[in-house]
T-cell receptor
Framework: GAVVSQHPSRVICKSGTSVKIECRSL??????MFWYRQFPKQSLMLMATSNEGSKATYEQGVEKDKFLINHASLTLSTLTVTSAHPEDSSFYIC????????????FGAGTRLSVL | GQNIDQPTEMTATEGAIVQINCTYQ??????LFWYQQHAGEAPTFLSYNVLDGLEEKGRFSSFLSRSKGYSYLLLKELQMKDSASYLC??????????WGAGTKLIIKP
């Protein structure tokens, strides 16, 4: 399957700082990428859809000013958690949609964010 | 509305066979996906079905019936490493993925 790289894998930061997470599709061009959040023992929750060259589409209840998404190229999307607080601690996972057969979403390995 | 239903949890024995069912209701349909997610890790892609029938891939097979809005994932010769959550997802007419809550599969020796 296709490869999606996500960095960093783990972040520990102080409350009030901003954290940037990168998501790259390594062997295909992805016009659409997705950002998910998952709390322990809960389901994946879609936060936003990232479209190359245009503004991201945020799901209801997700603050666009807090979770900044940039999709500047066909292989890179970034999520910045601004002024992080302990309640933002979670597992953040990106996926990239391969435009080939099936429009399959391939996932990055995820970023575990801990805000102290 | 759009909805995916799958059992919350299943238990099976090492070496046995288990079938995880999924029913879906979507606005339009462009395919059914199965993903595996181990605890603390991101999901990994297992299978994609868009036509009726069975797709076999090693120990894992996936079945789709579009008329019934039904799919299943069949796991044979279960191994302890198959203990994970299995996520069913369907794409609607806009290729939006609608996710099920996942089925936690527990394998016992």
């Amino acid at each position: 399957g296709a490869v999606v790289s996500q960095h960093p894998s783990r972040v520990i930061c102080k409350s009030g700082t901003s954290v940037k997470i990168e998501c790259r599709s390594l062997d295909f061009q992805a016009t659409t990428m997705f950002w998910y959040r998952q709390f322990p023992k809960q389901s994946l929750m879609l936060m936003a859809t990232s479209n190359e060259g245009s503004k991201a589409t945020y799901e209801q209840g997700v603050e666009k000013d807090k979770f900044l998404i940039n999709h500047a190229s066909l292989t890179l999307s970034t999520l910045t958690v601004t002024s992080a607080h302990p309640e933002d601690s979670s597992f953040y996972i990106c996926s990239a949609r391969d435009p080939g057969w099936g429009n399959i979403q391939y996932f990055g390995a995820g970023t575990r964010l801990s805000v102290l | 509305g759009q909805n995916i239903d799958q059992p919350t949890e299943m238990t099976a024995t090492e070496g046995a066979i288990v079938q995880i069912n999924c029913t879906y209701q979507t606005s339009g349909f462009n395919g059914l996906f199965w993903y595996q997610q181990h605890a603390g890790e991101a999901p990994t892609f297992l299978s994609y079905n868009v036509l009726d029938g069975l797709e076999e891939k090693g120990r894992f097979s996936s079945f789709l019936s579009r008329s019934k809005g039904y799919s299943y994932l069949l796991l044979k010769e279960l191994q302890m490493k198959d203990s994970a959550s299995y996520l069913c997802a369907a794409t609607d007419s806009n290729y939006q993925l609608i996710w099920g809550a996942g089925t936690k599969l527990i394998i016992k020796p």
